[in-house]
């Protein structure tokens, strides 16, 4: 098993090598940092714009591989470079990448488990309302993008306050700046502006969770091991719980790295649109500044987070079904 | 777990009982059961009026075919079907009514009182629990112990039903069973709470023949410990006559039979009965006789013709039987019931099953061509002087084991075929047969494929597959056709059956195949009119008819037949065995025919090939090894199949084998039966180190036999 993991994650770090490489080259490559201080008024000379991008690596003028060299070189020893304005990449991205767990996590845990839990109960009661509202709302919300999902929030969340002539649901950033009160105001205000975001990122998981886990539990359902658990005289619920659940949740388990990456790229439209400072609300920024090593560094996160949590479904799936523990 | 078999005269004041079990109330009575699935015309009327009871110690047998109702009426009686079942009628346990109970009092029943044993032991236990804590759990339902306790308790019924090493196998998970060992596990759960009455739903149908003896004795040894009824489903004439106090028969939801196992088998007045005792092939009798297959297929459960459901494939019906559906009344002995207008007429008359069957209208087969009696067989030269049509010398195929998931590594080699050597000559059929596992599969595809062997050698129709050409291969594949088991599978559905059969034909540039093509329907057996249809349109016989048509379109000279009777129920398997020895003579075709049923090769095969682990244990003429076998895996296979005879089987002694195959990654030393052969255990140090160390190779023991066994001698076990 730790040989496993062990081969596991060796292969995840080459893959992590090779995709941040390859995203380095493409933003050095596509991005033009020159620009920013062109067609300036007062005009800057040539040679100052010259020197400014070698400062930061970002001449054009130095050919790709060796500022990809001068780059990975900086990355070995844990520095990103420096942002367009100058500023230290690791540092700013250190800030914003809390924010960005933060959100991503909780959307990701409410959501799986959520689903999960909408599919099999769908899947328990087939064909009945539980199950067809379900599917119903899973097939909307799939259909609907994230943008105007987002919006929709929003819309919702306003006239909610509206109606109930409160300021429920807070709609823009992580917290109200400058309020005054003790740890349970705080936390109340943290929770009012986290809601419509964490519902924008994980009613898409539910989605497509409940969707999955239906159809593996109906295939769980029809098994002789429920018959067998229930021919026992366990009662059905337990019957449904402790041994069709617990067995379909292994392939709902497999998924979870698959739908990680999904919320990575839904996240920077939810940050963007809530205005949390995160990384993708970042990343959406450095890219219009042309700023190549914070789209980099974005980039290796990205590959690491997926990864990890590649990992921790490995792990998982390895925990959680006796069959692939001997491999 | 035969109780008592003598029947006390003047009993029987209640239908369906018998024997010493009378003087017990019953534990189980079941009483005008109906089971449908659905509302309004499309209703499935799964089970209707199903009536039976049993008594403590007694074991009830439920026969019928696919579909009859077996399953549901026991799911029933758990109160397990789905909610869209509509159940009504009366279910008693120990006098309580259990039907429409709450929920609550079902679990108390369930797994105490009554428990149940499933049929397909691969699917039977939770994938993800230890087999042991899975007993356990049944322990701890019903019984107030600690955790502990039940799990000691588990390990002590693993042992019971004979799970070696009970104490450490208790740890494993349900994937490191193999299918014996997990419908063991599946019985000591059903037993951990002594239970009253056991429900077994096709307990062995999907094992092995030798693994279904030790299965059957673990049921057995587990009635004896619990002293409890069974309820025995199968739809194997043998494992009831060997196993059961009586017998009812179902057919389309309704028991049309019941009585003891002598009454049923001996004495039958139903018809349907009849139909199911004259069809099955006999491991005790050999071939010339055409069985006699029930003609049609069984009534659809949502069109049931008004009158006796049996009548549209009866040969004996009239008119009466079609006005109403007959009652189940008694008949002869007391306890003996029959459904069936004329039930009275065959005890009186005595009609033999035969009888009945040649009655009707001539031919019982009116799908399948007329089977030309015995004597009208065309006559065979004596076999030396035959071709050789397949001839496969030391043939070898060993499959590399690999491990891993990212970095896949061979850590063993899988020794799936290990130089086995036969030949099959003109007009005659080998049979090839083993328990799964033993290589009969791998065997067939590499005579398939027609290319050189890994090993040894493969010559077809005197051409060496090593050294073909790509012309003289095409030319081949014409000349060698094969069937497969599954006949839904092997057919494309979106193809009509005219497409499937032209497919072959135009392949080999025929040209007009129209006139062909209506011939080979006819050939087989079916209506020519239908060749518009699609296979789904089809029962499986006929599907399988159609696939035999497909074969032999090409006019090939071999057939390799892969398990091709083995998923029809025996009243259609006997339509394709006798179809398929008619065109034998007929066209003058050989057969090489792959089957775990030993009953069915003994009726089609002139030979027969006995494999175990990637070897040939035994080879010869199908009577010398079937009447004679020399090997003890033959003998203990031989011995293994209950025979639906039972009078014979009281008589019979069974060889039961120890423990499972040996994995083929690691073939024992020496003789590969060595660790299961019974023979082994009786023999001294000298003769057990030959065994251990010398590898037996297929010796000739008599004219067209040869044996792989150092000390065979002969014995008689069927
Ligand atoms: N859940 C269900 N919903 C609808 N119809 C069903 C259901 N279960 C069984 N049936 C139908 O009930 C009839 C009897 O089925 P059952 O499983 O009892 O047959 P069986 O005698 O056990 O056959 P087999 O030998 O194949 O196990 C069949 O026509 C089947 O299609
Ligand atoms: S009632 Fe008529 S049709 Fe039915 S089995 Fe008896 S004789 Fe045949
Ligand atoms: S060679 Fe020995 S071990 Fe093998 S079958 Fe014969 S007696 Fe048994
Ligand atoms: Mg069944």
Redesign the interface.
């Known amino acids: 098993m730790a040989g496993f993991l062990l081969r596991r994650l060796l292969n995840y770090l080459v893959l992590i090598v090779v995709a941040t490489s390859l995203a380095y080259m493409l933003a050095a490559g596509a991005l033009d940092p020159r620009s920013n201080y062109e067609g300036r008024n007062p005009p800057i000379p040539q040679a100052v714009i010259d020197a400014r991008l070698t400062e930061l690596n970002l001449n054009d003028r130095t050919p790709l591989f060796d500022r990809y060299l001068t780059w990975a070189g900086g990355v070995v020893h844990g520095d990103f470079g420096k942002t367009v304005a100058g500023g230290s990449v690791g540092e700013d991205l250190g800030r914003r990448a809390g924010v960005t767990l933060r959100l991503i996590t909780i959307g990701l845990i409410l959501g799986s488990v959520t689903g999960v839990f909408v599919g099999a109960y769908a899947a328990v009661k087939q064909y009945g309302v539980f199950d067809r509202l379900s599917t119903g709302a899973s097939f909307v919300v799939l259909a609907v993008p994230t943008v105007v999902l987002a919006n929709i929030l929003i819309i919702a969340g306003v006239w909610f306050n509206g109606l109930v002539g409160a300021q429920v649901f807070l709609v823009s950033g992580e917290a109200t700046p400058g309020l005054q009160g003790g740890f349970a105001t705080q936390a109340a205000d943290r929770l009012q502006h986290l809601i419509l975001p964490t519902l924008s990122l994980s009613l898409g998981l539910i989605a497509v969770y409940s969707r999955y886990q239906r159809n593996m539990m109906l295939d769980v359902l029809g098994a002789d091991f429920i018959r067998t658990a229930m021919a026992k005289g366990l009662r059905r619920r337990t019957a449904l719980t402790r041994h069709a659940l617990r067995t379909a949740l292994i392939p709902a388990v497999t998924y979870f790295a698959f739908t990680f990456g999904s919320l990575l790229v839904g996240t920077t439209f939810t940050e963007k649109i809530f205005g949390w400072h995160g990384m993708g609300e970042q990343l959406v920024n450095s890219i219009s500044t042309n700023d190549v090593n914070t789209v980099a560094a974005i980039s290796c996160f990205a590959a690491f987070a997926v990864l990890a949590a590649s990992l921790a479904s490995d792990v998982l799936h390895a925990v959680l079904d006796p069959r692939v523990r001997v491999g | 777990m035969r109780e008592c078999d003598e029947r006390q005269a003047g009993t029987g004041a209640r239908p369906g009982t018998n024997g010493r079990a009378d003087l017990a109330d019953p534990v189980l009575e079941v009483t005008d059961l109906d089971v449908t699935f659905g509302s309004g015309p499309d209703a499935v009327r799964a089970v209707r009026g199903v009536s039976y009871a049993v008594r403590p110690g007694e074991v009830l047998g439920i026969v019928g075919e696919s579909g009859s109702g077996k399953s549901v009426t026991s799911?029933a009686v758990?109160g397990?079907l789905p909610p869209h079942a509509h159940v009504t009628g009366s279910v008693r346990l120990r006098g309580q009514e259990i039907l429409g109970a709450t929920?609550k009092t079902l679990?108390?029943?369930?797994?105490?009182t009554i428990?149940?044993v499933?049929?397909?032991p691969l699917?039977?236990?939770?994938?993800?629990?230890?087999v042991g804590d899975q007993i356990a759990?049944?322990v701890r339902?019903?019984q107030k112990v600690t955790g502990q306790q039940a799990a000691r308790r588990a390990v002590e019924l693993l042992d019971l039903v004979g799970i070696p090493n009970a104490a450490q196998r208790a740890k494993a998970?349900p994937?490191e069973f193999s299918g014996g060992m997990r419908q063991r596990a599946?019985i000591a759960?059903?037993i951990?709470?002594d239970p009253d009455v056991i429900l077994c739903d096709e307990p062995t149908t999907a094992l092995d023949v030798t693994i279904q003896a030790q299965v059957l004795e673990v049921l057995k040894r587990a009635q004896r410990e619990t002293g409890a009824a069974i309820v025995l489903i199968t739809h194997d004439l043998g494992v009831v006559a060997g196993s059961v106090d009586r017998v009812l028969v179902m057919y389309a939801g309704r028991p049309v039979e019941v009585g003891s196992v002598d009454d049923v088998y001996y004495r039958v007045r139903m018809p349907y009965t009849m139909g199911l005792l004259a069809s099955v092939p006999r491991l005790d009798r050999g071939g010339g006789q055409p069985l006699v297959p029930i003609e049609g297929n069984p009534p659809s459960p949502s069109a049931l013709p008004p009158g006796c459901p049996f009548e549209p494939r009866c040969p004996i019906a009239v008119p009466a039987c079609a006005e109403a559906e007959p009652a189940l009344e008694p008949v002869g002995s007391p306890g003996h019931l029959a459904a069936c207008v004329r039930a009275g007429e065959i005890e009186a008359e005595g009609w033999s099953p035969a009888q009945v069957y040649h009655a009707g209208t001539g031919g019982p087969d009116e799908q399948g061509p007329e089977t030309p009696p015995v004597h009208l067989r065309p006559v065979r030269l004596p076999r030396d002087e035959r071709d050789v049509v397949l001839e496969v010398k030391d043939l070898t195929k060993h499959h590399p084991l690999m491990?891993?998931?990212?970095?896949r590594r061979r850590v063993g080699t899988v020794h799936a075929v290990d130089g086995i050597s036969f030949d099959i000559r003109r007009m005659e059929t080998l049979g090839l047969v083993g328990e799964s596992g033993c290589g009969k599969t791998t065997t067939l595809m590499e005579i398939l494929q027609l290319t050189r062997p890994q090993h040894g050698t493969i010559a077809v129709l005197g051409h060496d597959t090593a050294r073909l050409t790509a012309r003289e291969r095409m030319a081949i594949r014409r000349d060698m056709q094969v069937v497969f088991q599954d006949p839904l599978a092997s057919l494309d559905p979106r193809m009509t059956v005219y497409d499937i059969i032209a497919e072959p034909l135009r392949t080999h540039g025929i040209r007009d195949p129209g006139p062909r093509i209506r011939e080979l329907i006819r050939l087989v057996g079916l209506d020519a009119a239908h060749a518009a249809r699609y296979p789904q349109d089809f029962s499986g016989g006929q599907r399988q008819r159609i696939g035999i048509a497909r074969a032999l379109a090409l006019e090939p000279r071999l057939l390799v037949l892969d398990e091709p009777v083995s998923a029809l129920d025996v009243s259609i398997q006997a339509g394709v065995i006798n179809l398929l020895e008619d065109l034998k003579n007929r066209l003058g075709l050989s057969y090489l025919f792959v089957a775990h049923d030993l009953a069915v090769v003994r009726h089609i095969a002139d030979r027969v090939a006995v494999m175990y682990l990637g070897k040939i244990a035994e080879i010869g003429q199908v009577g010398q090894v079937y009447d004679a076998p020399m090997h003890p895996y033959t003998q203990a296979l031989l011995s293994a199949i209950p025979l639906p005879d039972p009078g014979k089987e009281r008589s019979r002694r069974r060889i039961l084998l120890e423990g499972d195959l040996p994995s083929p990654a690691s073939p024992p030393s020496g003789c590969r039966f060595r660790t299961r052969c019974p023979k082994f255990k009786t023999l001294d140090e000298t003769d057990q180190a030959r065994c251990v160390d010398e590898e037996p190779q297929v010796r000739r023991l008599g004219e067209d036999h040869g044996v792989s066994c150092h000390f065979a001698e002969k014995l008689d076990v069927v």
């Open positions: 799911l758990m397990l929920e679990t108390a029943f369930r797994g105490k428990s149940m499933f049929q397909d699917s039977a236990l939770t994938p993800v629990y230890r759990e049944a339902i019903h998970f994937h599946v759960m059903a951990a709470n491990k891993g998931a990212l970095f």
